[in-house]
């Protein structure tokens, strides 16, 4: 595979980015309410290639990938959750806490429509939340994994406040769908699984959804290990002004 000058433009180029853009339904599907901890962490990692959504301290979004469980074998039964942190030239490793991550939400959110309603996300921070003891409207988790033409939007965008991206999210499912109209082999559309990050990034912008704490740590020479060989098999190594390599 080609290296790329940021790992934006990494999962941008994935050649597998076609592909899964015919199988939305299963990015909405990959941490839903009902999993066990088990199953939902094991869709989390089990491509290294995957980016997913967390929520911070301050309600914001925040992008992870190259998700990477240590644990989780026979031989080795405690889980030990890495990923990396930033998307330009260079990524930091984190471990990050998984039951946090992968913590069942079933929430009670605004319609679609009146989210649709609203014509700028300061409109949608706006929007009153609903009582928790209602219909529950929103069943997934604390994470949210992006089909890849979401991915691509959020990345493009370098906003993290949800509300935004729910507006960003809404218009370009409904170009996504527009554009494939005409197609018959795709399994579920842009504007369904807009709707199910629409619903989650509210939660994260109204604090339903809880923070997904990660640490960073320089001395874990497995992380470190794991990490550096990421950089380099998909990241151009950077050089300095004489030519040769940092």
Not at 92 to 121: F, H, S, W, Y
């Amino acid at each position: 595979m080609l290296l790329q000058r940021a790992w934006k433009e990494v999962f941008n180029l994935l050649p597998e980015n076609e592909q899964g853009n015919r199988n939305i339904s299963a990015f909405s599907l990959a941490v839903s309410a009902g999993k066990s901890q088990k199953e939902k962490l094991r869709s989390l990692t089990e491509d290294v290639d995957t980016v997913f959504l967390v929520a911070d301290d301050e309600k914001n979004i925040v992008i992870l990938h190259s998700p990477k469980n240590f644990g989780g074998m026979r031989t080795r039964p405690t889980n030990k959750v890495a990923a990396m942190i930033r998307l330009g030239s260079t990524a930091n490793g984190v471990l990050i806490n998984e039951k946090a991550a992968l913590e069942e939400c079933r929430l009670v959110m605004p319609t679609i429509d009146a989210i649709g309603q609203c014509a700028t996300g300061i409109d949608i921070a706006a929007l009153a939340c609903p009582a928790q003891s209602g219909q529950v409207t929103f069943p997934g988790s604390a994470t949210f994994i992006p089909a890849p033409w979401l991915r691509e939007s959020i990345l493009n965008s370098e906003i993290s406040d949800p509300f935004e991206l729910i507006k960003i999210a809404m218009t370009e499912a409904r170009e996504f769908d527009e554009a494939h109209k005409d197609e018959t082999n795709f399994d579920g559309k842009a504007i369904n699984h807009a709707k199910d990050f629409s619903l989650w990034a509210f939660g994260v912008g109204k604090g339903l959804i809880k923070e997904t704490r990660f640490k960073v740590k320089p001395d874990d020479e497995e992380l470190k290990g794991y990490c550096g060989s990421r950089q380099r098999d998909r990241v151009l190594p950077l050089t300095g002004s004489d030519g040769n390599i940092l």
